[in-house]
């Protein structure tokens, strides 16, 4: 046997010769064409197997103009929120038979956009989902000409006809009365960076909640998404102890907190009750288990999928807002006054 025949890959036409069919049929077997006979098409998917044959997305595409694949523009791909949703869009997107292909781009850099959208363009996707929580990104992306579906997965109207989002208000609403409920009225709110979309709405739903109540707040702290961030705010904070609870706008940050409140002697919630948000898998797991604002991921995903490539059957697309789900643990208890 020839060196070419022991390293090249198996192509069509050999899966042909093997199954003793023409490449013509091969194509209809791949492509589920109704035509093709049970018997033949369980000879040639057999023959595939035994090959190890994987048919050529690029020529495919050729033939069919279409590319089965949806691209995804992230940016801060590596934080749960964005990790989540890219998880679930790949999910709902194999399941209706696509591909997902990524291009992380660099929101501090204007130019990193346009470069990330020719990239995924040049794919030929059939269909694009922005993941990318800052302002700036969603504002270039409203200039640009984009000729496939579109959808932005944020809490924004600079684009209302695109976006989807779970509705990062709402939640941030609950986590706040929920505090309320206990009796707290002093509740500081440890935010996110300025310029991220989901952390402003939930300090936004935070203010307004509080508003609500006719509870006087103090300025949110802006924090950075890290442990680490509300580690020291906590140690900060925790000095002076003029507030019994504080919803923190991400889980990490709150575990920052809670070890802070650990540091200074103090017992969660005896002392100060914590809020998080998003409720990574860990969150239960804190000491003690973490009071979160959870996001249906599986569902964002799912209708994310169906309004690039439309309804499967039996469901139907919506823009609707996805509502959040609090989920109550031990780290929030009645207010303890001083």
Request: contains cysteine; hydrophobic residues 45%.
């Amino acid at each position: 046997m020839s060196e070419e025949a022991v390293t090249r890959r198996p192509s069509i036409r050999d899966v042909a010769r093997l199954a003793d069919v023409s490449h013509q049929t091969v194509s209809r077997v791949l492509n589920d064409h109704p035509s093709i006979r049970p018997e033949t098409r369980e000879r040639v998917l057999r023959v595939m197997e035994e090959l190890q044959y994987r048919p050529n997305r690029a020529a495919r595409a050729l033939v069919t103009s279409r590319s089965q694949t949806i691209g995804i523009l992230a940016a801060s791909s590596s934080m749960y929120g964005p990790a989540s949703s890219i998880a679930a869009i790949e999910a709902a997107a194999r399941a209706r038979g696509y591909w997902v292909t990524t291009a992380n781009i660099d929101p501090a850099d204007p130019e990193s956009i346009p470069l990330g959208l020719a990239h995924l363009m040049a794919q030929s996707i059939e269909g694009l989902v922005v993941i990318a929580p800052q302002v700036r990104v969603i504002r270039a992306l409203v200039r640009q000409s984009l000729d496939v579906p579109y959808v932005t997965l944020q809490s924004t109207d600079l684009d209302p006809d695109h976006t989807l989002t779970v509705d990062q208000i709402a939640g941030a609403r609950m986590a706040t009365k929920h505090l309320i409920s206990l009796g707290h009225r002093q509740i500081y709110h440890l935010a996110g960076p300025q310029d991220w979309i989901e952390a402003e709405a939930r300090m936004r739903g935070f203010l307004t909640e509080m508003s609500a109540s006719d509870i006087p707040t103090t300025a949110p702290v802006l924090g950075d998404w890290t442990a680490e961030f509300g580690y020291y705010a906590g140690r900060e904070l925790l000095t002076v102890r003029d507030f019994t609870a504080i919803f923190c706008s991400n889980d990490q940050m709150a575990l920052g907190f809670i070890h802070a409140a650990h540091a200074a002697g103090l017992d969660v919630p005896g002392d100060i009750s914590i809020v998080g948000f998003d409720d990574i898998p860990e969150a239960a797991h804190y000491w003690p288990p973490l009071t979160s604002v959870r996001q249906d991921f599986t569902e964002l995903g799912r209708r994310c999928v169906d309004l690039l490539l439309g309804p499967a059957a039996g469901e139907s697309a919506s823009l609707a807002s996805i509502a959040p789900e609090l989920i109550v643990r031990a780290s929030t208890g009645p207010a303890r006054w001083r």
